[in-house]
């Protein structure tokens, strides 16, 4: 195939959830988000939280591994957890030139397996907010950097956080929310690229345990909605993550 048209990309996506009812729809958002910017991207997915002894892919398969986001504590000990973590540190060690993106759940799991530290937030993050480019981050991104002012916007949906910048890693955005490994093999964002409005209004009960939040007062359920369907450059960062994959681990 030419270098016009380079053969299609194929990505592996962990879905870290453990016994989530909306384990469906999470994959569908990437589904949704991955086929509006490049249709012919072939996606499969995993499910190590619900699998006694795992469920991960062949690194050797795939293009890009993708470690999604999860409903647990990446500091917990629970098995499926710790094979995550050896899944991870196994590909790092053994496949090298393998690229990984972790995003939220991922973001902080693989931070942590590099020395950052996980902290739990004072104030959680639902739907989108904004986040200042790093100078690495912005010649990484420079389509967002000049188009934004210097921010990204994306999706959130966490109440723990990366604390400290992991060894080996360039810091993208600013507070911890983005990280490239040194070679270029591994990219993190702790918000969202993969979920759009639909997929972020699922969980909006979560305003609830998180902020105290009435589900029954109108007024704020809508200032949340209104949160959630902001504009936001998921799309953007899809298409420079796959732009990424194909660029060379040094």
């Known amino acids: 195939m030419s270098a016009q048209h380079p053969r299609p990309l194929n990505i592996a ?7 989530s009812p909306f384990i469906t729809e999470i994959r569908d ?6 086929a509006a910017i490049s249709p012919e991207t072939k996606l499969s997915f995993f499910y190590p939280a619900e699998h006694p002894a795992g469920h991960f892919p062949d690194p050797d398969a795939f293009d890009l591994i993708v470690i999604g986001g ?7 000990k629970h098995q499926w957890i710790l094979r995550v973590h050896r899944f991870i540190l196994d590909v790092v060690a053994n496949h090298p030139r393998k690229k990984l993106c972790g995003i939220c759940w991922g973001h902080q799991t693989i931070s942590m397996l590099f020395g950052a530290e996980v902290v739990d937030m004072s104030s959680p993050e639902l739907g989108v907010t904004e986040a200042k480019l790093t100078p690495a981050g912005q010649c990484f991104l420079p389509r967002v950097a000049q188009s934004n002012n210097g921010v990204v916007r994306l999706q959130q949906h966490h109440r723990r956080a990366v604390g400290t910048r ?3 890693f360039h810091e993208l955005l600013a507070g911890h929310q983005a990280f490239l490994s040194h070679n270029n093999a591994i990219l993190t964002f702790q918000g969202h690229p993969e979920k759009d409005a639909r997929a972020a209004k699922m969980r909006i009960r979560d305003a609830s345990r998180w902020f105290g939040t009435d589900m029954a ?5 809508t200032d949340l909605v209104c949160q959630m369907e902001m504009q936001h450059d998921g799309a953007v960062i899809w298409e420079r993550v796959l732009r990424w994959v194909r660029e060379t681990v040094v």
């Open 13 to 19: 996506i962990l879905l870290n959830s453990y016994r």
């Open 29 to 34: 958002s990437y589904v949704r988000s991955l």
């Open 70 to 76: 999860g409903n647990a504590d990446p500091r917990k």
């Open 166 to 168: 992991p060894n080996g």
């Open 217 to 221: 007062d109108q007024r704020a359920i």
